[in-house]
């Protein structure tokens, strides 16, 4: 059997959970998202307004929703005209050149713990970020690549490490 305790307690977050709904369920119903995500026709001029996504299947809310932008395609970039991640950054780059984009942090102190279990490991203690902007990685970038085409190396696979060097 259970102690009378357990079955207080229960009772008791049973009977706050009610009470909580009551209070909040207003409150949610007046501040809750006014957007409409009816399920009607994309073409339907109604569309024009709040609404985002539709059923994919018209009269079928349990069928995929999409978004009104791209009803008969999936988005294929993040950005118009960006295919590769390299399009990516250099758009960033020309609409944020000031904003911070590398960081980096100066190790200040290694030290080497060890475990209960018997084994090491090393304990970094870190300095404050430095911060490179766009156009200071967009500038790098462009030197690296312009050294490489003047080595005659065109194509290049690398596997950096999430280092700066």
């Not at 229960?10 to 007046?30: A, G, Q, S």
């Not at 995500?37 to 073409?43: D, G, L, W």
């Not at 018209?58 to 294929?76: C, F, H, I, V, Y």
């Not at 090491?120 to 050294?147: P, S």
Request: glycine content about 6%; proline content about 8%.
């Amino acid at each position: 059997m259970t102690s009378f305790s357990t079955v207080f307690a229960l009772t008791f977050i049973r009977l706050w959970t009610v009470i909580y709904e009551i209070v909040t369920w207003p409150l949610y119903y007046i501040f809750k998202d006014k957007r409409n995500y009816a399920p009607i026709n994309p073409q339907d001029p109604v569309c024009q307004g709040d609404v985002l996504a539709v059923p994919t299947l018209e009269g079928d809310p349990a069928s995929p929703w999409r978004n009104l932008k791209s009803m008969r395609t999936l988005t294929t970039s993040p950005l118009p005209g960006c295919i590769t991640l390299d399009d990516l950054f250099y758009q960033c780059a020309e609409k944020h050149p000031g904003r911070p984009c590398l960081g980096t942090r100066e190790v200040l102190k290694k030290e080497m713990l060890a475990q209960p279990n018997g084994r090491h490991f090393q304990k970094l203690t870190l300095g404050n970020y430095t911060w490179e902007t766009f156009a200071q990685v967009h500038r790098r970038i462009d030197n690296f690549g312009y050294g490489l085409a003047e080595l005659g190396l065109f194509a290049l696979t690398m596997h950096p490490r999430t280092q700066r060097k």
